[in-house]
């Protein structure tokens, strides 16, 4: 006599949810390569062997699930944001951890800038149908607006910054060196995945939100401002990144 054996509702969720991770990653795959007009649910299906019926099931069609493939990937870096402690670190040192944290991140993940790309041509249409996308990234925003505040009521940081300036200034710098880097070595010559010149621009950028946090503040010494130790004028990094700009 055969016995039939119910999985229990945690065992039933956990499953649901691993299935519902494994459908992401490989749709993510396949909208960062083809596109969201040109990515096919038959092929994301072919890939997990399974159905479109059971694709539709978990996230009820092309559209969904694309737009769930955003929030994973948006949801990761501000995850990986969460994990630095930034309330008790040093505010010169949380913010260059921030800072090179997202340099790592957006070197590892190319799929996350493509898709952004992607959106973009769509003119953000896709996220803006989502229901989590404002507080999944809000958390990036008041993360630097807490370091920023420190360093404000210690002197370090000058007055009057923006948080969100702050993001888009460690972002800008971040998905150019990795969107652009084909064309950037076509026209210039450089490589900007070079390893040997990677530490340059990851400590680059750090120093570049430093100094534009630091300009004017009467608390940060110029020797603070290097990740070395060394002396530096506050307005130094930014000069030589505008001279190496294109």
């Known amino acids: 006599m055969s016995v039939s054996i119910d999985l229990m509702p945690w065992e039933k969720l956990r499953d649901a949810e691993r299935t519902r991770a494994e459908i992401l990653e490989v749709a993510t795959a396949e909208f960062a390569r083809r596109g969201y007009s040109g990515a096919r649910v038959d092929e994301i299906a072919a890939r997990m062997r399974t159905t479109k019926r059971m694709i539709y099931y978990y996230f009820g069609g092309k559209e969904q699930l694309y737009i769930a493939v955003l929030e994973r990937a948006y949801a990761q870096i501000r995850d990986a944001e969460q994990t630095l402690d930034v309330d008790h670190l040093d505010p010169l040192a949380a913010i260059r951890e921030l800072a090179e944290l997202t340099f790592d991140h957006h070197e ?138 294109p």
């Not at 790309?117 to 507080?135: D, G, K, P, Y």
């Not at 807490?146 to 210690?154: E, F």
């Not at 084909?182 to 680059?204: E, P």
């Open 108 to 245: 590892a993940h190319p799929e996350f800038l493509r898709l952004v790309a992607i959106e973009n041509i769509h003119r953000a249409e896709h996220i803006a149908r989502s229901t989590v996308m404002t507080s999944i990234n809000s958390r990036a925003v008041d993360l630097i607006a807490r370091v920023l505040a420190r360093g404000q009521a210690k002197g370090v940081f000058r007055r009057e910054v923006d948080p969100l300036d702050v993001h888009m200034l460690i972002s800008a710098f971040c998905v150019f060196r990795v969107a652009n880097q084909h064309t950037f070595k076509a026209i210039f010559g450089r490589d900007l995945s070079d390893r040997q010149r990677r530490s340059h621009y990851r400590q680059m950028l750090a120093d570049v939100v430093v100094s534009y946090l630091t300009t004017g503040s009467t608390g940060a010494s110029s020797g603070e401002l290097s990740e070395g130790g060394g002396a530096r004028s506050p307005t130094a990094g930014s000069r030589s990144c505008l001279r190496r700009s």
